[in-house]
């Protein structure tokens, strides 16, 4: 830099180097990129003096509680220029945002079109084509049913640099909220994740090839299909007074967990009143052994 960058231009340089594309390139892990950038800037005397280029982060939220995030995900969201929210991202995690960072709420509730997935693409691909810092903010984590790999497609499919940030996924917060651990050292083995929500059209996942002993098995987003679960889950041989617990809210305002059977699961998800926002957990140890298998019967 001493030999290549004339001084009046050094410190525009450093400041480039540090708080634009090349730190933001070796962040998100394209070291190559930022060396590259660094090499041919030097080689021209200086920072580039072309728009910032824009870029995108898919920053998992966590369940709720925002202590739980990852320092690089507050590391984004103090960086945004633009944050695009769900409906289940906690009030207080966008505390903690650059304070002049516009805010987008782009939550979407099942069976409502104000926000579909692709107006929600085209609209974080055309900040980020601005040149503005973009998050895309999202409870849980992104990779794990929060069609992140949807709005991954979009970015690259305009060039558009994007980064996956993990947070804690749902699961993992009741785990240690409950002070439980998910896995069973001899006797669950096995930890598996499903939902009951899938695309419209599509057959339901097949829970029943899940069930067995030795595994550990939560369902996200699967309230409203709690009796098909039961079914499928008896059809398999798993005993219906296997325990299991509703982690409602987890590590939010309203936080509780309610105790009971596979037999009586969808009896009292009702009776608790649990509509929403809830994870369904249910361990098989190997030393509990199958029993007789039940026809299976799906509700229509």
């Not at 590391?75 to 304070?99: C, H, K, N, T």
């Not at 994740?193 to 595994?215: E, S, V």
């Not at 499928?232 to 798993?238: I, K, P």
Request: hydrophobic residues 45%.
């Amino acid at each position: 830099v001493a030999a290549r960058v004339p001084r009046d231009a050094r410190r525009a340089f450093w400041a480039w180097a540090f708080h634009e594309t090349p730190w933001h390139s070796h962040k998100r892990g394209a070291e190559r990129d930022a060396a590259q950038l660094l090499k041919d800037a030097i080689a021209q005397g200086g920072a580039p003096k072309t728009p910032r280029q824009g870029q995108i982060a898919l920053v998992g939220a966590g369940p709720g509680a925002r202590d739980l995030l990852t320092l690089r995900a507050v590391e984004r969201l103090q960086e945004a220029d633009v944050i695009f929210y769900d409906r289940l991202v906690d009030p207080s995690v966008l505390e903690l945002a650059r304070r002049d960072a516009e805010r987008v709420f782009v939550g979407k509730v099942v069976g409502a079109t104000a926000w579909p997935q692709d107006r929600i693409n085209a609209l974080i691909v055309a900040e980020a084509q601005k040149g503005r810092r973009v998050v895309r903010l999202k409870s849980g984590d992104p990779a794990i049913f929060g069609r992140a790999s949807e709005e991954s497609e979009a970015a690259r499919a305009a060039g558009i640099p994007i980064e996956l940030v993990p947070g804690v996924t749902a699961v993992s917060g009741a785990a240690s909220a409950l002070g439980r651990s998910l896995t069973i050292r001899g006797e669950t083995d096995t930890l598996i994740l499903t939902t009951g929500q899938c695309r419209d059209g599509d057959a339901a996942p097949d829970w029943q090839h899940h069930a067995r002993p030795g595994t550990a098995l939560a369902f996200y987003m699967s309230v409203g299909h709690a009796g098909d679960i039961t079914a499928a889950l008896l059809a398999n041989g798993m005993p219906s007074d296997l325990p299991v617990t509703i982690a409602v809210k987890v590590t939010q305002h309203g936080q509780r967990f309610v105790e009971t059977t596979v037999g009586t699961l969808p009896a009292t998800l009702a009776r608790e009143q649990v509509t929403g926002c809830a994870v369904i957990m249910v361990s098989w140890p190997k030393s509990v052994p199958a029993v007789a298998q039940a026809p299976l019967r799906l509700t229509a």
